[in-house]
């Protein structure tokens, strides 16, 4: 059964062998054998007991907008194990979308051949993934309409149907002709757009008579381009929030299909950027970090009457984030609910559940390093996508397009799961 279709009261877990069931030798990092006592089992079982029943009781929780605390709490000792997907070892994943009860990813084949530059892979079960097509152009975005899927690659947009067959392609402007450069693209009201985030920032809307029109040069001389495009129903029609590419003047607008309205309030006067945007239950959140002070970053819920709410605490930074030259405050740049529970994404952090007892709860543990390592600690590669199968949490790794100025341009490979336990 699908996790979104459980009760928002149900308790999420991570599988661990932190917990063992009986007293058994465990290894220590040194690699020799010790045995747990008595007493510690019965305190570590204790402090298991306390952790299920606090994440059983979290609601959503929002407070009026304010800027977040200065020193917020360093989050709980770490449960959480995540595990190797081996077939992504080699891949920069562009896009992640789910399709007929299945999962695909659009990759960047590194290193790649004349033949496969790159490729979408799928999986039904979360465990073993097959390549659904490979293509000698880059690849970029997805989107889904009724019973089809469509990709982006450099010249053309492919349509797959219902039974997995490629059943049409046709050709793209030459204005967003290079797939790396398209963050998104989305289908309103039956038309499909096609934002490009770097360089220009055109958006482009196809017909399903495959007639093009360009709607926005939209480039940086005007606004900021738009980097996410995330559908809503808008009484009778479709709708979007749109995410513009990551920067000083970024902005959230509203886009009915021809017209973007910005949202001309922030969060708070030191909100900088807007790093990630979801819907969930009707509502948008955003996540924003405090570059000027060098604080970290909080997630805010959009309210009907444009008024942004703190969504809990802003999220924790590493004790060691001022060692880096460029402090590496903490800013999300994923954001996913999964049972009326938020997990977060971050740039350098990691991932975090948010507890209404215990506050942001991170899920680190076999996560990817940050290659440079300080004297008192090393932080985790960015996560630019968190998506819930089956019983399954994926973490994966990229630089799609949308997450430019996010992350460095260091090409980024691999997917991450751990298993979410009733």
Not at 19 to 47: I, K, Q, W, Y
Not at 233 to 260: E, H, M, P, Q
Not at 390 to 412: C, D, E, N, Q, V
């Amino acid at each position: 059964m699908s996790r979104r279709a459980r009760s928002g009261r149900e308790a999420l877990f991570i599988r661990t062998s932190s917990f063992p069931a009986t007293c058994t030798p465990l290894e220590s990092n040194d690699g020799h054998r010790t045995v747990s006592s008595a007493m510690d089992h019965r305190m570590t079982h204790s402090m298991m007991r306390c952790i299920i029943l606090a994440l059983s009781c979290c609601t959503l929780n929002c407070r009026d907008a304010v800027s977040p605390p200065s020193d917020p709490p360093v989050p709980p000792p770490d449960k959480s194990v995540w595990q190797v997907v081996p077939e992504f070892e080699n891949y920069d994943i562009r896009y992640i979308i789910e399709f007929k009860d299945e999962l695909y990813c659009a990759v960047m084949i590194v290193p790649s051949s004349a033949e496969a530059r790159s490729a979408v892979v799928k999986t039904s079960d979360g465990e073993t993934w097959t390549t659904v097509r490979r293509f000698s152009e880059a690849i970029g975005p997805m989107a889904v309409n009724g019973d089809s899927l469509y990709v982006l690659t450099d010249h053309f947009v492919h349509r797959m149907d219902a039974q997995g067959e490629w059943v049409q392609r046709f050709g793209v402007p030459w204005q967003i002709s290079d797939a790396q450069l398209n963050g998104d693209m989305a289908f309103l009201n039956g038309n499909l757009y096609i934002a490009q985030t770097r360089m220009t920032g055109y958006l482009f809307m196809v017909t399903p008579d495959s007639i093009w029109t360009q709607l926005f040069p939209y480039g940086f001389e005007i606004s900021p381009s738009i980097a996410r495009i995330v559908p809503f129903r808008n009484g009778n029609s479709d709708a979007a929030y749109c995410r513009s590419i990551f920067s000083s003047n970024s902005v959230i607008s509203i886009f009915d299909g021809k017209t973007l309205t910005d949202i001309s309030t922030k969060p708070s006067k030191d909100a900088f950027g807007n790093n990630a945007i979801t819907m969930y239950n009707n509502t948008l959140y955003a996540g924003y970090h405090d570059r000027v002070n060098n604080k970290s970053g909080a997630v805010y819920q959009l309210t009907n009457d444009m008024k942004w709410l703190l969504y809990h605490d802003s999220l924790p930074n590493a004790p060691f984030a001022n060692d880096y030259d460029t402090p590496m405050v903490t800013h999300p740049i994923s954001i996913l609910f999964l049972d009326n529970r938020m997990i977060v994404g971050t740039e350098s952090y990691g991932v975090f559940i948010v507890n209404d007892t215990l506050g942001w709860i991170s899920l680190n543990s076999g996560l990817k390093m940050h290659p440079v390592k300080t004297a008192n600690g090393q932080l985790y590669e960015a996560i630019v996508f968190l998506n819930a199968y089956k019983k399954y949490l994926f973490a994966a790794y990229g630089y799609p397009a949308f997450s430019w100025g996010l992350i460095s341009s260091t090409t980024r490979f691999g997917l991450r799961r751990t298993v979410l336990v009733d």
